[in-house]
């Protein structure tokens, strides 16, 4: 069986698709194109539905999504579907993605590459833990500084296959930098908005940053 088409990657603006089911087990279901994201990376799932059945849950195993639908399900194998995302969720969770990208790159840049240990983004905040000693709110007029230059200066943001065949892909920003990353995208930086930081203490020499849009 192949692997589904991941249409979020071409299109990540796409809100509706029309698709086709490839099997169903129970109330979980798989198709040959998609464009809802299933978590992977830290990045959280799309809210949607699929033929009006809520998605419950998406889990990405390989190259495959399975679909965990609100039953009864009403459908068979080669049934056409429609897909909906919610748009507002998943915008907010590729400005928060981008946001997230942006201070992480920034801080490897300008502190040392130090250790991260997590990372979760969510549509109500991003998060990404480090290894650090001391507080890590110290750094955040920097980071902010220079995260608010790059978001005004609305930078082109390229997202693209670096192995197609095992679906590496990788985001590009001139003058921040070039990262491997399987999430939707944003087409700029400007996109992202206004954000604040927050500091967490999660453990010994542990530091949390959270993220969250203004």
């Known amino acids: 069986m192949m692997s589904v088409e991941k249409v979020f990657w071409a299109d990540p603006y796409q809100t509706q698709l029309a698709a086709n089911v ?14 809802a994201y299933a978590f992977s990376g830290g990045q959280a799932s799309d809210q949607g539905t699929i033929n009006g059945h809520k998605i419950l849950a998406a889990q990405k195993v ?31 969770i590729m400005r928060l993605h981008f946001a997230a990208e942006i201070i992480l790159e920034l801080v490897n840049q300008l502190f040392d590459k130090p250790e991260k ?4 983004i969510t549509d109500a905040k991003a998060r990404i833990d480090f290894v650090w000693q001391g507080n890590i709110s110290g750094i955040f007029p920097r980071l902010l500084e220079e995260a608010n230059r790059l978001i005004a200066l609305d930078l082109k943001i390229t997202s693209e296959f670096s192995d197609k065949e095992s679906e590496r892909r990788f985001w590009e920003v001139k003058d921040l930098g070039k990262v491997s990353c399987g999430g939707t995208h944003l087409r700029t930086t400007g996109e992202v ?15 949390r940053i959270e993220i969250v849009l203004v």
């Not at 490839?22 to 464009?35: E, F, P, Q, R, V």
């Open 22 to 35: 490839t099997s169903i087990s129970g109330n979980i279901i798989t198709l040959d194109k998609t464009i």
């Open 193 to 207: 908005g206004e954000i604040k930081l927050k500091r967490e203490n999660i453990g010994k020499n542990r530091e």
């Open 117 to 120: 240990i997590g990372a979760n």
């Open 62 to 92: 390989g190259k495959e999504i399975y679909y965990s639908l609100a039953g009864p399900l009403d459908l068979n194998v080669d049934d056409e579907v429609r897909i909906e995302i919610d748009w507002k969720i998943r915008y907010r």
